[in-house]
């Protein structure tokens, strides 16, 4: 998103000058320092990383850094075939004896697939519904500010923490996870689809009207896909703050997933441990962001 | 709704713009009252007050709950009432909101303004607004334990990624267009800063900061649910492992309400900020 | 050319307000092919000219004005301004966009006194150019609106008091009047027209109308394929009614300056160099 703000100035300021004819005749953009200035920024943040490592010291208790570094990481990623379906304990992942990195990846995979099958139900269904609702109430203008107030609540509940509202409610099985992680995305998602549909311009429904459409199908064929584009930024809030949720209600009460992991590594002080499911997380996040928006923008390809 | 051309100097705006407040203030009262008409109906059918307990009692419940709430203080063996507990939250959350805004603003200035360190750490910072944030609590409990400075690190932190974004997309944005006029009128780089990209960055960086707010309810929630010692994130994990229902729901009902004031007033602050947007 | 008594006096004391001496600016395109926007031009204007340049979309017009303003650097020759070398923009060269830039968070008022505060003029000194100006260009009544409040001439009038408040001796306009209608345009030719007289600063005006460059100028130039194809003084009376943009003399210099432009667009596709 930043990096192509980034771009479309650069070219701005160079392109105003010599705007021939056609505008597809843009002036080209400087790429080739580009590799080099990524390598540069992921050795800075190495180093500032590994700086930090060394100079946050270690843990009394554990013996383990405080900040762990780059090369604990790496060391410690085979800790995870201790959290693997059936391993004994745990506790042992500390002593750091007998596993490979082969069951370390399957573990990490059983978790890993556990965490996106509830991420993924999650935040179909709470994205489904909330754009359902949304349609629901906003065919009419009068109803749909009258939902503004009630939507824009909806999204300061303490969403994160009101996973155990939802263990009153369906047990702590997955029932309730899943009901938890839907409405916590319906609560994100509501807001921006009621204003998404507010937003679309009025000439869209006047242009549907002069054609001799009737006011229900104007909604449904032309004001409905013309607030789509405007979903996005509740999508991709949505995806972000899933993976969140997701790890509150691991974290809180189930057995498996990234969550558990965490929650289990932070009870055994294993911070190396910690660090890994940090990096695990950071690829994760990012990944599935910028599958999300791509994904987002290949539907709505149309807008300009 | 405003005319764009000269109007100039009227009365006749502000009493437009309270007149449009008054319609939005009436809308938002019938959409509150919807809800919580459908909430208590809703009540009614599932009759059984663990489960769902009706609005009447859950304000009944805040009243009764205001300086303690039995059920916490049964686990606690000290006081700890519903006004205690949502103010130690919403301090926190104002305390962090506040303090990553001035950190996000300062970043995303000088990322627009300086190439090198863009180009350098804007990477690192974008991986950390899509990074779920939960993973960090485990290393702010073990680096800065559970004060309350730690307790809105969460809060800190995704306000000023997301506060960084904001004000370095809208200041690059605006900088090609009137930076150059600014130089062309003798401005210095730090006054353009100052005069220039600041302002013009400052709707975008509000409406973040909006965002934030609103999110960072949940967040200093749940540091406080997973090691706190107080505020409701504490409250709604000790009434929810009693299945105090009621006295959970009215935790979070009160926190609503300071929530939905808070950002009242932020989003008033703003419109005064800028009042000089075009529509 | 020479019709302006100041324009006479500095002439002949003072270094040229801009001298270009065999600039090249070449871009290089997205398609890979280059583009030569200036090339090898020369051009000396004097301090008082009013010089429209007129010539076809893309042909090196606003290239050679970002050249002047500072905004781009020449690939080679040398473009000076009172003497000195261009670095980058300045004060001492105003220039009005085609875009607005008032700043829409600062009412009219701050606008105009923004380039004087900046550059440390002490306040009573700002307030009294600002109200003069305002008066100059019949906004005085809209000191303290926003820009949002102003309809569309009103603020390409106070983008040009902000500017001219400035003093700046060269003053750099890009297009500035595109889209607004007929009406609109006369009153902002008269408020520039008397303020130029007035503040007897250097104008270099791009513009696409051949009209309002006839309706300006003391001299027009031509530029098309990245050099001045034609370089005319415009002697006619001032103010400049209908009847003088109408008669014969006028007639002769826009027969003219059509030719050239109609002999420009026959060459155009040779500029462009393909890759490799």
């Known amino acids: 998103m930043s990096s192509q703000a980034m771009t479309n100035t650069r070219s701005m300021a160079t392109s105003a000058p010599a705007r021939p004819r056609a505008a597809k005749r843009k002036p080209r953009r400087k790429t080739k320092d580009r590799p080099l200035m990524v390598a540069l920024s992921v050795l800075a943040t190495l ?39 059936g391993s004994p304990d745990a506790l042992l992942a500390s002593s750091g004896a007998g596993t490979s990195v082969g069951a370390a990846l399957k573990s990490l995979l059983y978790h890993t697939g556990v965490s996106a099958l509830r991420l993924a139900i999650g935040l179909v269904a709470g994205i489904a519904i909330a754009c359902l609702a949304a349609v629901l109430i906003s065919w009419n203008r009068t109803i749909r500010r009258a939902f503004m107030l009630p939507a824009q609540a909806f999204r300061m509940l303490p969403l994160l923490a009101l996973a155990p509202l939802f263990g009153i409610w369906f047990g702590s099985g997955q029932t309730g996870t899943y009901a938890y992680l839907a409405f916590a995305t319906f609560a994100v998602m509501f807001p921006v689809a009621v204003s998404a549909i507010d937003h679309v311009p009025g000439y869209y429904t006047n242009y549907a009207r002069s054609l001799g459409a009737g006011s229900a199908r104007i909604y449904l064929s032309v004001v409905v896909p013309a607030a789509l584009p405007g979903l996005r930024p509740g999508v991709l809030l949505s995806v972000a703050f899933g993976w969140s949720m997701v790890l509150a209600v691991e974290y809180i009460s189930q057995g498996n997933g990234l969550g558990f992991i965490v929650s289990r590594a932070q009870e055994f002080s294993q911070i190396n441990t910690l660090a890994v499911m940090g990096c695990i997380l950071v690829i994760y996040g990012r990944f599935s962001y910028v599958a999300a928006a791509r994904g987002f923008d290949r539907l709505v390809r149309w807008q300009e | 709704m405003s005319t764009t051309a000269a109007s100039a100097g009227g009365t006749a705006p502000g009493r437009r713009a309270l007149r449009r407040a008054s319609v939005t203030g009436a809308y938002a009262i019938a959409g509150a009252l919807t809800v919580i008409v459908a909430w208590a109906l809703l009540a009614r059918a599932v009759g059984n007050p663990t489960q769902l307990p009706a609005p009447g009692a859950v304000i009944a419940a805040i009243q009764a709950n205001w300086h303690t709430i039995p059920a916490v203080q049964y686990v606690l063996f000290r006081p700890l009432g519903v006004a205690a507990a949502v103010s130690y939250t919403a301090v926190n959350v104002m305390v962090g909101v506040a303090l990553g805004t001035v950190l996000g603003i300062v970043l995303g200035l000088i990322l627009a303004r300086n190439r090198l360190v863009r180009e350098l750490f804007e990477g690192p910072l974008l991986l950390l607004t899509t990074t779920p944030l939960l993973i960090l609590l485990p290393f702010i409990t073990l680096w800065f334990g559970t004060d309350r400075i730690a307790q809105s690190m969460l809060v800190i932190v995704f306000t000023m990624t997301t506060v960084t974004f904001a004000t370095k997309n809208a200041a690059i944005a605006v900088a090609g267009h009137y930076a150059n006029y600014a130089a062309c009128l003798g401005a210095s780089a730090a006054q353009t800063l100052r005069d220039v990209v600041f302002p013009a960055a400052l709707p975008a960086t509000i409406a973040n900061v909006r965002v934030a707010l609103a999110l960072g309810w949940g967040l200093q929630a749940v540091a406080e649910l997973l090691g706190g010692r107080s505020g409701i994130g504490r409250v709604i994990e000790i009434t929810a492992r009693q299945q105090a229902t009621t006295d959970l729901f009215a935790v979070v009902l009160a926190m609503l309400v300071v929530a939905l004031a808070v950002d009242t007033a932020v989003a008033g602050l703003g419109a005064v900020l800028t009042r000089w947007k075009e529509d | 050319m020479k019709d302006l008594p100041h324009a006479r006096e500095s002439a002949a004391s003072t270094p040229p307000a801009i001298a270009l001496r065999d600039v090249s600016k070449v871009f290089e395109l997205e398609t890979g092919e280059t583009l030569t926007a200036v090339s090898d031009l020369s051009l000396t204007i004097e301090p008082g000219e009013f010089v429209c340049v007129l010539g076809p979309s893309g042909h090196g017009k606003s290239t050679l004005l970002n050249l002047v303003a500072g905004f781009l650097e020449p690939d080679a ?94 003053l750099l306009m890009d297009e500035p009047f595109v889209g607004l209608d007929y009406a609109r345009r006369a009153v902002l030719h008269d408020v520039v027209t008397s303020l130029w007289s007035r503040e007897n600063n250097t104008i270099f005006f791009v513009t696409h109308d051949i009209d309002e460059a006839l309706a300006l100028a003391t001299r027009v130039l031509v530029v098309a394929n990245g050099s001045v194809v034609y370089d005319v003084s415009v002697d006619l009376p001032r103010p400049r009614g209908t009847d003088t943009l109408n008669g014969p003399e006028a007639l002769e210099i826009r027969k003219s300056i059509l030719r050239h432009l109609d002999e420009a667009m026959a060459v155009e596709e040779e500029r462009f160099t393909p890759a490799g």
């Open chain 3, 77 to 170: 020759g040398s473009v000076e301004a009172h003497g000195d070398p261009v670095k980058g923009p300045g004060p001492d060269r105003g220039v009005i966009f085609q875009r607005d830039t008032l700043f829409l968070w600062k009412r009219v008022r701050d606008n105009i006194e923004y380039g004087m505060k900046v550059r440390g003029v002490p306040k009573a000194e700002r307030t009294a150019k600002a109200d003069e100006l305002m008066e100059a260009v019949g906004l005085t009544k809209f000191a303290s609106s926003w820009p949002r409040q102003l309809s569309g001439g009103m603020r390409r009038r106070a983008a040009i008091a902000a500017v001219f408040a400035n003093e700046p001796p060269v």
């Open chain 1, 47 to 85: 180093l500032i990383w590994n700086a930090a490592s060394l100079l946050a010291g270690v843990s009394p208790i554990t013996g383990d850094r405080l900040v762990p570094g780059t090369l604990d990481v790496i060391r410690s990623f085979p800790n995870l075939a201790y959290y693997a379906p």
